[in-house]
């Protein structure tokens, strides 16, 4: 079976950092991309963002760039989002999911599966 676990939410300052994982479990990570999204009360779910398949080639939505980075250890079955400089309208429920051989683009309806999510709140 299937499984994502998304961890390391949490309340943070802003300016602050935070890093996220996703564990994947009952599949091989290396064979799937894998994204980030996310969603906050009353707004549309947004891409942050993607690697692809191989872990070659990674992409961001503009809002993220050059403040988040997307890694993934294949051995480990996990993916990460390094979240720094945060800004209050980072808060939101990030959710992993994982598209089998797919691009890493930042297109939810690519993705096969979905972890619960977890809370990223940036507030002082």
């Known amino acids: 079976q299937v499984q994502l676990v998304d961890t390391g939410g949490g309340l943070v300052q802003p300016g602050g950092s935070l890093r996220l994982s996703c564990r994947g479990s009952g599949f091989t990570m290396a064979h799937y991309a894998l994204a980030w999204f996310r969603q906050a009360p009353g707004k549309e779910r947004e891409g942050v963002s993607g690697?692809?398949?191989?872990?070659?080639?990674?992409s961001y939505a503009d809002s993220v760039k050059g403040r988040f980075t997307i890694s993934k250890d294949d051995a480990k079955n996990t993916v990460y989002l390094q979240m720094n400089s945060l800004k209050p309208e980072d808060t939101a429920l990030y959710y992993c999911?994982?598209?089998?051989?797919?691009?890493?683009?930042?297109?939810?309806?690519?993705?096969?599966?979905w972890g619960q999510g977890t809370q990223v709140t940036v507030s002082s």
């Open positions: 690697i692809n398949s191989s872990g070659g080639k990674t």
């Open positions: 999911a994982a598209e089998v051989l797919g691009r890493g683009e930042l297109d939810a309806g690519d993705y096969d599966y």
